[in-house]
Structures are given as C-alpha cells and as structure tokens.
C-alpha cells in the first residue's frame, strides 16, 4: 500500500466510524496501551487487550466471509448472493463501500477469515488466513490431510507463501494479523479417524515425516507395534511444535509488524498442540458452534499458553428463516428472535472474561438454500441472500456490541 491511500483510507476509516468512543481503527478509548503504529496485545490489570496502533484497546468483534461473491451453489451453477449484490450496487466497490459503512453501524469492528481483500480500502480492520500448510496441500481442510512439517519443502513452501502473501502487507496499519491456517486435523475428527503419528508412519516410504516417526516409534522402544496414547500425543506434540515454529519464523521474517493469531482450532483443541504452540503465537484462536459461550476450553486455553484467546467461528441459524439448515456447525433454533438472544449471551460472556479479545461472527451473508460447495445450506447469515438484514439479529449486535469493551475493562 502506497502512503497516499494508506493516509485516504485512515481518513475514511476516521470519518465513518460515527461511535463516540472509539478511534478510526474501532479501538475503545477508555482503555490505553502503548502507541507502535502497529495492532499488538498487552496485559493490563490481569485483562488481555489488543492494542490498536493509535495506543488504543481493541476488542475485535468481526465477521467471517464478508464477500461479495459470497457462496457459489453448484446446483444453480452460480451464487445468489453475488448476482443479488451485483444488481443491487453494481459491482464490487459500490458493495464494498456500503457493506464496511453497515459493519460500522452494527458496533463491527473486523473484517474476519475470508473476507474480501479490498474491503480495508474502505477502513475496516481485516485478519486474513496466510494458508501457509494449505498452499501446497490440496484440499487440506475439506480432505484432513497435514503437512510433512519434517520434509524441507514444508519448509521451503510456507517460506515462500510468507513472502507472498505477508511481506506486501508489513506495513500496513489496517492489518490485525493472520491466521496461520484453517482448522488442521490434529488427530481424529470428522474427516479422518487416525491419529497424527499413525498418518505419519502411512506417508510413503522415505518421506522425512515418515523416517522421523519410525525413529520417534524406536526411540521409545516400540518399532513395531501399534502406537500407543502417551506416543500418540507425544509425536503430536512433537509435529504440531514444528509446524509452529515454522510458520512463526516464516511470518516474521517476512514482516515482523503483525500479529501472529494461531491455527483456528475446530472445536477440539489438543493439549498436546496448545502446549506446542504457546512460544509460536500472539493469540489462541478457536472456533465454537455450541449455543454458550466456551468459557472453561477459553480459560483453559490461555492458562496453557499463557497467550488471549479469541473465538474466530460462532454462529446461530433459524428456522423460521426458510432456509434448510441440514448440513454445518450448531443446532438450529426456531426463531430470528432466539438467534439475537443467543448472541448476546455469548458475546457477553466472552467480553467479560479477561483472556478474550473478541470474536468473529461466521458469517456475512446466508448460504444458497440449494448448498454451497460442501453441501451447507444454513442461516448462519448478518444478511439474506437478497443482501437485506436480519432486522433483529443487527439491531441486537448495535446494542449490545456499544456496551462490549466497558464489560471486558477491569
């Protein structure tokens, strides 16, 4: 980003913000932290904060998927959103413009995962996935496969993806941070039923990951029998620390300005791999689908790592909303007004827990009724697949999100 439209865009981001209170980043100026030019987290009175770069406390509260082309659905061949938007505002600037100036409105402070990347052009704070493993996996999250984190084209391939994707972006004040990648398997889930170090004794023969978990199965004096649990989460622990330290030394080297925010967990969060990853991350981040808040896995989260927690994935979904809702994270409820409900509590209770610096709603807009790419068909939007709110649920995220930060202070 040139200076000129770095100096545009923070003016933009100053004028339209409109909450008295808060800065043009969206930090809270009840609270102050040290002043860097860059986001980055402090401990005050035993409360976690970010700290936006004008010194100020930042309780990110965002939404995942801010897109304009929001979900393609292979039945129609195309996405509903996008042809409603395109027909609504043109194209993607007009849409881009109005859609920061509604998360704006709505006490919104982030744009989350996925989100379009122009959309901080319009002075929006933005936190994108960097897909350092996922660059050079096929199909990493859809599939559950992990990365040879022993092999140097790991290595070789989240340096070069790091220099792509991180280094343009060092300077840029707009940023929060990056997600490392998305929701890894790190041992049995939905997707695959072995373990971490049983995938690595079935990768080819010669393949380093492989060659280091038959000497790690040697070293503990079992070369042939079946893993057991202590060896299981020891080599998981083992794997998931090099895959840490990798991705840190890559983002860092490439820009040394920005938050590093974790791999977003998938509702499970070994303890093996938290233990790992505390020296590698500035902020835990895990998803949550469940109709409370997490707070003893958020708690416990941060006590292993010493490190904020943020839920970057929540999300409620209706049934009066006409949409089937069959397939994607959460049981639905019955009504609009239960989604609004719902939010509040949740949010409140993470805004009142000092280990969490905020949450990412997922997700912008509806998924197609017909099924997205994986089959989700669900209510999880702020807007309909017409781009009109949910009255209820927005007016409620006003509300309560105005109230946020004065909850989490001490």
């Not at 929540?314 to 239960?338: C, H, I, W, Y």
Request: charged fraction near 20%; glycine fraction near 10%; hydrophobic fraction near 35%.
């Amino acid at each position: 980003m040139n200076a000129m439209l770095g100096v545009m865009i923070l003016m933009t981001a100053t004028a339209t913000h409109g909450l008295p209170g808060y800065d043009r980043y969206g930090g809270w100026t009840g609270i102050h932290g040290r002043k860097t030019g860059f986001f980055h987290v402090e401990k005050m009175a035993e409360t976690w904060w970010i700290i936006d770069p004008d010194g100020n406390g930042f309780f990110s509260k965002g939404v995942c998927h801010v897109s304009f082309t929001g979900d393609n659905c292979p039945a129609l061949g195309y996405s509903p959103y996008e042809r409603a938007v395109t027909e609504k505002y043109g194209g993607r600037q007009g849409w881009a413009s109005a859609c920061v100036r509604r998360l704006k409105a709505w006490g919104l402070n982030t744009a989350g995962a996925w989100s379009d990347d122009g959309l901080h052009q319009h002075g929006i704070v933005y936190s994108p996935i960097a897909d350092l493993a996922a660059a050079s996996v096929p199909n990493l999250w859809l599939h559950g496969g992990f990365p040879d984190v022993f092999s140097d084209s790991f290595r070789e391939g989240v340096n070069q993806q790091a220099r792509t994707f991180c280094s343009p972006r060092k300077n840029d004040r707009l940023l929060l941070g990056y997600f490392t990648d998305n929701e890894l398997r790190w041992g049995p889930d939905w997707r695959r039923k072995e373990s971490l170090l049983e995938s690595f004794l079935h990768l080819p023969e010669g393949a380093p990951g492989r060659k280091r978990a038959e000497a790690f199965m040697a070293e503990h004096s079992n070369p042939s029998g079946p893993p057991t649990d202590e060896e299981k989460a020891a080599f998981l622990e083992l794997a998931a620390g090099e895959y840490f330290r990798i991705c840190a030394a890559a983002i860092r080297n490439a820009d040394p300005n920005h938050l590093i925010l974790g791999c977003r967990f998938a509702g499970y969060a070994p303890d093996p791999v938290v233990r790992s990853m505390g020296g590698s991350v500035d902020v835990i981040s895990y998803n949550n689908y469940s109709h409370q808040a997490p707070i003893e896995m958020l708690q416990h989260l941060s006590g292993l790592t010493g490190k904020p927690v943020m839920v970057t994935e929540f999300s409620f979904k209706a049934m009066d909303s006409g949409l089937p809702n069959s397939k994607g994270g959460g049981q639905p409820v019955g009504t609009q007004r239960e989604r609004a409900d719902l939010f509040q509590g949740y949010v409140e209770a993470i805004a009142a827990l000092p280990s969490c610096v905020g949450f990412h709603w997922f997700e912008w807009s509806d998924e197609p009724k017909q099924g997205r790419f994986d089959g989700e068909d669900c209510n999880y939007g702020l807007v309909k697949i017409d781009d009109s709110p949910w009255e209820l649920l927005t007016t409620r995220l006003r509300e309560v999100n105005a109230r946020l930060e004065s909850l989490h202070a001490p």
